[in-house]
């Protein structure tokens, strides 16, 4: 019984109904509104034709207008004002001003490094152009001088972080989408707590949906009174609001300026397998030690500097202020944020031009697959010019919906050639590409609309490093354990195939 209420008690259940209630109530008002007059039944079906009408000439995503212009076509009469209500993909504008003014005050420090890009240009021009692309619009510069190593497992890059937070001297930052007391946290939290009582500067931003169901909501100030300096980034209010689905999905953990972690690893269990969900969880993380660590300093520094004191001499958090001896060279890294402040679909353009420029072959690694048209060209036609497109996806889904939503999308990449092939272990929560033997990119980006379109992002963009290679090594490791998806495994008969065909319209919406 105390568990029960304990469960009743929660931030989630606690939520949720009011949400519901909300649902409820706007049904209930606009149904009642609706049955007084005609005037009232006309002015609903006007609004929601105007809104088709901006719908049609918004420069936006077509799948994202395609599924709104069924919803308010389907809905005449409530369709236009729910649009109104939860269809803005744009974060608050407070939350939009505040870090555009950091940024627009961090933009002379993110310069790109002409001279490396040159260098880089004279080797491969089509590389060179991805890499023009992220500094100018990022704008996120290319380094050289900066050792990556990759983890292609959860619990290896967890017994680095420790470490390396053990031997912290003057600042840690950690921001996570995800964050739960067990065996991980704890143990990062304890060495935390230590570091701070050596006078080390530890600063953590979570992400307050993520952690929703995972963590009290007066955690922000428990971690200020360990010490721990602590941001919980766009607080959910339980209000009808799209505003709510701009989350921060980074993982991002510098210390010291010059060795930062980066991939798809949250600090919870199920992420180093130490509490199975949906058997063995694949993940994949990069360490960077050298000069690119500043991209990553800059993107935190980017989400504090809007909502806490900011630090507003950049220069102090560059590698080499607590590192004076050189770093090794290992070709050219390039640590990239997305966000959902501007126009610029970065996350998914990046991918984009890389299978766009593949001449071998590309392995992706992704727990989701809602994609775009432009994204399902992209890889339809890398598969017809004769590149070898391979997507690794889970075997054990977390989200069946979203996971039968994902099939959905097999039959048109499987007949363009596309290999899909599915991780019988377990569940694959790997943000990854590897391609060529020349690039790879890790980080946070899913394929799917969220992470694209919605959610402040990051990645790590490798060219030329030796950890281009460790990439493909563990695709094709993985690719040995998987069930490779054939068109028959896609049969659903007329029922399922309608089915598949509403959920590929709603997907954008999820």
């Not at 019984?1 to 008002?29: D, E, H």
């Not at 744009?90 to 790109?112: D, F, G, H, I, N």
């Not at 990022?138 to 017994?159: I, R, S």
């Not at 953990?253 to 949906?278: C, M, P, S």
């Amino acid at each position: 019984m105390k568990k029960l209420f304990k469960v009743f008690k929660s931030r989630l259940v606690l939520v949720g109904t009011a949400l519901l209630l909300q649902i409820f109530w706007w049904l209930l008002f606009l149904g009642r509104l609706t049955s007084y007059s005609v005037f009232i039944n006309g002015f609903f079906r006007v609004v929601s034709i105007l809104i088709l009408l901006y719908l049609i000439r918004k420069d936006e995503n077509s799948s994202y207008k395609i599924a709104w212009i069924i919803v308010v076509m389907g809905f005449p009469l409530f369709g236009g004002v729910l649009y109104l209500m939860i269809g803005n993909k744009k974060p608050s504008k407070r939350l939009a001003v505040r870090m555009a003014l950091v940024k627009e005050e961090m933009r002379q420090t993110m310069s790109q490094n002409e001279w490396v890009l040159h260098e880089i240009d004279a080797q491969d021009p089509s590389i060179a152009g991805n890499i023009r692309y992220i500094g100018t619009y990022g704008p996120y510069p290319v380094w050289k001088n900066t050792e990556v190593t990759y983890y292609p497992l959860g619990e290896d890059m967890f017994a680095a972080m420790v470490e390396d937070l053990k031997k912290a001297e003057h600042y840690i930052f950690l921001e996570y989408f995800i964050i739960q007391e067990g065996l991980m946290w704890n143990a990062i939290l304890a060495i935390l707590e230590q570091k701070v009582k050596q006078g080390v500067d530890v600063r953590l931003i979570y992400d307050d949906v993520g952690c929703v169901s995972l963590l009290p909501f007066h955690y922000a100030d428990l971690m200020e009174r360990k010490g721990i300096k602590c941001l919980a980034f766009n607080r959910f209010v339980p209000f009808l609001s799209l505003v709510m689905n701009n989350r921060d999905h980074r993982k991002i953990l510098v210390i010291d300026g010059h060795t930062a972690y980066n991939g798809g690893i949250n600090l919870a269990d199920e992420y180093i397998n130490q509490k199975l969900r949906f058997g063995h969880w694949k993940d994949t993380g990069v360490r960077l030690h050298g000069d690119a660590v500043f991209n990553f300093s800059l993107m935190f520094l980017e989400v504090w500097n809007a909502f806490r004191a900011p630090d507003l001499d950049y220069s102090v958090f560059k590698p080499r202020i607590w590192h004076k001896e050189p770093f090794e060279e290992d070709g050219y890294v390039v640590p990239y944020a997305d966000t959902p402040l501007d126009n610029e679909e970065m996350g998914e353009n990046v991918y984009i031009n890389i299978l766009n420029q593949a001449k071998d072959y590309v392995y992706i690694a992704t727990p989701y697959l809602l994609i775009s048209d432009e994204m399902e060209n992209a890889l339809c036609l890398a598969s017809k010019r004769g590149v070898d497109v391979r997507i690794l996806m889970p075997g054990i889904p977390d989200k069946p919906t979203v996971f039968y939503m994902a099939k959905s999308y097999y039959p048109p990449l499987l007949k363009a050639g596309v290999q899909i092939y599915e991780y019988t272990p377990g569940f694959v929560h790997a943000k990854s590409y590897v391609c060529d033997d020349k690039v790879a990119t890790v980080g946070t980006i899913n394929m799917d609309f969220r992470s694209l379109y919605l959610h402040f992002e990051c990645g790590t963009f490798l060219y030329g490093c030796k950890a281009v290679l460790d990439v493909k090594k563990d695709m094709e490791d993985c690719f040995l354990k998987c069930h490779q998806v054939s068109l028959g495994d896609c049969r659903q008969g007329l029922i399922g195939n309608m089915i598949s065909s509403v959920l590929r319209v709603i997907a954008p919406l999820m």
